[in-house]
């Protein structure tokens, strides 16, 4: 793992803290007497779990599992399809970095535009209406991210956008998936942790209801290793003195309300509907769909999106073996797929968990997932109480 | 993509504030932020957008932090911070 061992020469800012918190969290756990699973939805928390070695420093009785919290993950295939096959249209489709080499059903748009398709990267929703602005030809977003990117995606709508520019959504809101995996069958997730900055815009008071219908603890964490310790340590406590509640830990951030100017103009643009997360479930209104009123901008009203033409392509064989879905619903760990880190790494990902920063196969490829502790440089083992 | 990146505000034009990062001046937008953002104030900016104020008390922190993630070269959550610069046009220096 040559990239990721420079990161373990990272300190925390205060390991002293780092170790009391550590203490506290093996009490916490070591008071339970069982074995306590936790999930968290955020790529980022998984990134800083992962480069910190924070799972050194967890009991053994205590499991954190990333959920589907990787947006370029749980974008689905015929989500892909659209973008792939409106390109091969030759319509010109802008998108994160991260989406052109995610795969879709038979073809990736890194593929398409390996075929002469336009295919153009941006970092933001401003340079795909730049783009749009610069030319005369058809231009549409194809659009990714959680609630925390489709703000943004909405602010640009409402701003105005020239008439050749057109958005595919894919975004997807994050509540609603937590009520699937927490009801999934076999599933042992006992609370969750939630992402500090799509609680910005949200507010924390969003997952109140979750918490009453599902008597599961929820505390919001920010993503620096103390924040994520001192976070672990209070839902351990919260499941152990059976306290279903919201908890913010992040208060420099996060209020109950959120950013109400931000929701208000999500929900103008955008509407809640049903819609499958990849290899997941049909997940019920957690996809951002666009509203009626913004018809004119929608790239599946305004054009006629053909996939037959990409039926003639026979799926790679791989796919098959992939268990990226598991992996994202948090019922397997990449280290259980047989393809991980052999046929299926970062330059040449079989699935959409090894493509983007934040899926759980690249951030494990690059770290290590579960550190090995008997090994002399196992990452900051000074936590260990 | 969750990360966002912290800046200075230098001035506020409307709805786009010339923000410096690490000495790099870029544009943006502050359609999204839920306060009145004015010159001397932190934000945290996510893929173009400001979207929150950040309060005096955590500036240094906050600072502190995207410095040593920024320090990881080839890391992934330094590509991240370096993704979310790269969403704000870069400005002249005298913007």
């Known amino acids: ?385 | 993509m969750c990360l966002g990146v912290p800046g200075r505000v230098v001035s506020v034009e409307g709805l786009v504030a010339t923000v410096d990062f690490w000495g790099v001046r870029r544009a943006v937008r502050l359609e999204l932020v839920d306060e009145p953002v004015q010159a001397g104030d932190y934000v945290l900016n996510h893929v173009g957008f400001a979207i929150r104020r950040i309060p005096e008390e955590d500036i240094q922190g906050t600072l502190d932090l995207y410095e040593s993630l920024l320090r990881g070269d080839g890391d992934l959550m330094a590509a991240d911070v370096r993704a979310e610069l790269e969403a704000n046009p870069e400005q002249s220096p005298d913007a």
């Open chain 1, 1 to 385: 793992m040559p990239e990721g061992a420079d990161s373990r020469q990272l300190k925390f800012r205060d390991p002293a803290r780092a170790r009391d918190l550590g203490r506290a969290l093996t009490a916490a756990a070591d008071a339970m007497g069982r074995t306590v699973s936790l999930m968290h939805v955020c790529g980022s928390h998984e990134q800083a779990i992962a480069r910190y070695g924070l799972r050194a420093a967890f009991p053994r009785s205590l499991d954190v599992i990333m959920g589907p919290g990787c947006p370029v993950c749980i974008t689905d295939t015929p989500e892909v399809d659209e973008g792939v096959a409106l390109a091969r249209q030759g319509v010109t489709i802008a998108t994160y970095g991260d989406m052109v080499k995610v795969p879709g059903t038979v073809l990736s748009l890194g593929d398409a535009q390996a075929e002469g398709a336009k295919v153009e990267v941006v970092y933001s929703v401003t340079q795909a209406v730049e783009l749009a602005r610069a030319t005369r030809e058809p231009v549409v977003f194809f659009a990714t991210g959680f609630e925390t990117t489709a703000v943004a995606t909405a602010a640009a709508l409402l701003g105005g956008v020239p008439d050749n520019f057109s958005v595919l959504s894919a975004h997807k809101y994050i509540p609603p998936v937590m009520e699937i995996v927490a009801e999934m069958p076999g599933s042992k997730v006992e609370g969750f942790l939630a992402a500090g900055h799509a609680a910005t815009i949200t507010g924390w008071g969003v997952f109140e209801a979750f918490v009453e219908r599902h008597k599961l603890p929820v505390v919001v964490a920010g993503f620096e290793p103390l924040d994520i310790l001192a976070a672990l340590v209070k839902l351990v406590e919260l499941v152990r003195d059976r306290k279903p509640e919201v908890v913010n830990m992040f208060p420099r951030c996060v209020t109950r309300e959120g950013n109400r100017n931000a929701q208000e103009q999500l929900f103008k643009v955008f509407r809640p509907a049903g819609g499958r997360w990849r290899g997941i479930a049909h997940v019920p209104n957690g996809n951002l769909r666009l509203r009626d009123e913004w018809a004119h901008v929608d790239a599946r009203r305004r054009f006629d999106i053909d996939l037959r033409p990409l039926w003639k392509y026979a799926p790679p064989a791989l796919v098959q073996d992939c268990i990226c879905g598991d992996i994202m619903a948090g019922i397997a760990n990449p280290k259980q797929c047989k393809l991980f880190g052999k046929e299926c790494v970062p330059d040449t990902p079989v699935g959409a968990c090894m493509v983007s920063s934040e899926g759980t196969c690249k951030i494990w490829h690059l770290y290590g997932g579960v550190p090995d502790l008997s090994s002399p440089d196992a990452p900051q083992a000074e936590v260990r109480p």
